[in-house]
């Protein structure tokens, strides 16, 4: 018996080995299905995330610029360079936010607010060009930008503030009608009837009259008509709020309407401190009244 015993254990150990060897080949072959599942599915997440948006294709502005002073070249320059990192940033948003939004949300979230920005520093330009020079006009048509194939871009009703907002700046004559609150003006706001009453809220933005020192009378018609046109900005902010209600994400009323109404102000203001500088003091540290806000 002693000797029959280890020839037992060994056919054990060979049959116990051979279970444990199925076991694991079983465990290859399953681990090899469920790898291949995996691969799989990565690949189709790839594809996802690599399908393009599309680009933001913008006017060339360089190409469209008269002599430069050589006083103004290095500011020109900067914004210039200035205006290709507002392109790339804006097609880092697009890329971020594929899939977010409704129809209209390239236009409102992306597009919109790039035109303002670039609005503004087609500005800088064209009045750095002008101080030494004469000041090239109607390059703010070349702020809006479209997007190309990949992407559908909305280009309806929605962007029609903004342009609206554009022509008012070439149109001299208009009233200042900014109302003021009840702690003595410390803000520019629009007609409470038409957002308040869709419950959206109303853009309260900083007075900037209250704030500007003393006028030159030769100044004083350029600076009335902009700070109308501040006045006239806040109201079509007002209504594409009140028309897009619902519209976006969280983000959206920042993005689409508080932004790109922040950027034409810097530049209305800007144009306020300059006329005023011709044949004055020019006011510094305006451009902190830009921001507005959303009072509910």
């Keep these: 018996m002693s000797r029959a015993l280890p020839k037992y254990n060994k056919r054990r150990v060979v049959v116990i080995g051979a279970a444990a060897a199925l076991a694991l080949s079983g465990a290859v072959v399953v681990n090899s299905a469920l790898a291949g599942e995996s691969s799989k599915s990565s690949g189709s997440t790839n594809a996802k995330t690599l399908a393009s948006p599309g680009t933001i294709s913008c006017p060339d502005v360089a190409s469209q610029l008269p002599a430069i002073p050589a006083s103004a070249q290095a500011e020109v320059d900067r914004n210039l ?102 702690d003595g003006g410390a803000a520019e706001t629009g007609d409470d009837t038409g957002a308040d009453a869709a419950g959206v809220g109303t853009i309260s933005c900083p007075d900037v009259a209250s704030q500007l020192p ?58 306020i401190a300059i006329s005023i500088g011709r044949k004055g003091t020019k006011p510094q540290g305006l451009d902190a009244l830009a921001a507005c806000t959303l009072n509910k």
């Design 81 to 182: 360079a200035l205006l290709q990192t507002q392109i790339a940033e804006a097609n880092k948003r697009l890329v971020d936010t594929v899939g977010q939004g409704g129809a209209n949300f390239v236009q409102n979230a992306i597009l919109g607010p790039l035109e303002g920005k670039r609005v503004s520093t087609i500005d800088r330009i064209a009045i750095s060009i002008g101080r030494q020079g004469t000041k090239p006009q109607g390059l703010d048509a070349l702020a809006p930008c479209a997007l190309d194939a990949g992407g559908v871009a909305d280009t309806g009703a929605d962007a029609g503030g903004d342009a609206a907002g554009d022509e008012a700046e070439a149109t001299p004559g208009a009233e200042e009608t900014a109302a003021e609150g009840a």
């Design 214 to 271: 003393e006028i030159p009378a030769t100044a004083q018609a350029e600076v009335d008509r902009n700070l109308a046109l501040l006045q006239t900005q806040i109201d079509e902010a007002n209504t594409r709020l009140q028309n897009t209600v619902g519209q976006g994400g969280a983000n959206f009323v920042q993005n689409a309407i508080l932004g790109p109404l922040a950027d034409k102000r810097v530049s209305t203001i800007d144009r």
